[in-house]
């Protein structure tokens, strides 16, 4: 059988690997929610998985998997301290998701502030990695007053402009790009706390397309009620149970979509697809596209 002695990669069903995955080399069994067990990874080498797959020991003690990769951005359905710890290589697929989510912003913005053009309203924008550097180009090429604070990558490049929070969110959009993280130098969970939205300008429009648990909902909701905010929520603490004041409240409510077109997926593919091509046989060309 071709490939019979190659790899052996347990693939989410939904990841659109069509035409990537050389299944000549591959031993590939494709699976879906329910199959996500130990049992079934007893002879695995590297499994390919989206958010709704939760990695930890839970999954893979005693398995001999010595690969993860995610065809998502974001890691926090990742034990990433965990699988450090039992040496488990681990790739995502940052910026695959970035031009969906960008055109996200700035449909919903456009519909919600019908004068965006002639306003020119000032753009906050927190967290500016792949995402948050699409949604500021679109910003510049608008002509709009863009903001930007992203402590880490001021931290790591000299030449990067970073400004103070707080001078930020002092905007009339402040949208949210920053990984959900608990820990390190910078965390992120409740950035937006009940201090910084009760600070925030009658009017403001705060935009979460990142991850639930990086704002305080409770102190969003009350702040729509008493201050006028105004809010567009891609994603929620604790989904898919939400805060249902905040969903009745915010002006647009998405389930968690906004990166979920055809072309991110695609894009996340081709990002597992490379990480699996350089785990295997390192030295091939890479697959991926860089975000515009």
């Not at 309203?121 to 930007?148: E, H, S, Y």
């Not at 008493?226 to 805060?243: F, S, V």
């Not at 697809?273 to 991926?288: I, M, S, V």
Request: hydrophobic letters at 45%; charged letters at 20%.
């Amino acid at each position: 059988m071709p490939g019979a002695r190659g790899p052996h990669l347990v693939v989410d069903a939904g990841i659109p690997f069509e035409g990537l995955l050389r299944e000549d080399f591959y031993r590939v069994t494709w699976t879906e929610g329910p199959g996500w067990t130990r049992s079934a990874l007893a002879h695995t080498d590297a499994i390919c998985v989206r958010s709704t797959t939760r990695v930890d020991a839970s999954l893979l003690e005693g398995t001999p998997v010595r690969m993860v990769a995610t065809a998502t951005s974001g890691t926090d359905h990742l034990d990433l301290d965990w699988l450090a710890d039992r040496g488990i290589a681990v790739y995502a697929a940052p910026g695959s998701n970035a031009v969906a989510v960008a055109e996200y912003v700035w449909a919903n913005l456009r519909a919600l502030l019908p004068d965006l053009l002639t306003a020119r309203p000032r753009i906050g924008i927190v967290g500016c990695g792949q995402v948050g550097q699409c949604v500021a180009r679109r910003a510049a090429l608008l002509g709009l007053d863009v903001r930007i604070s992203d402590p880490p990558r001021a931290l790591a490049e000299a030449d990067f402009f970073d400004q103070p929070l707080d001078e930020v969110l002092n905007s009339d959009v402040v949208t949210l790009h920053v990984p959900l993280t608990r820990s390190g130098p910078f965390p992120t969970v409740n950035l937006l706390d009940a201090q910084r939205i009760a600070a925030l300008a009658p009017g403001t429009v705060v935009i979460n397309a990142a991850r639930g648990g990086v704002l305080d909902e409770q102190a969003l909701a009350a702040g729509i009620s008493d201050h006028g905010l105004r809010a567009i929520l891609d994603c929620w603490d604790g989904e898919p149970q939400i805060n249902p004041q905040l969903l009745k409240r915010a002006e647009v409510a998405t389930p968690h979509c906004a990166g979920h077109t055809l072309d991110a997926k695609q894009r996340g593919a081709r990002f597992v697809t490379e990480a699996l091509e350089a785990f295997f046989r390192p030295g091939l060309a890479p697959l991926a596209a860089t975000p515009d």
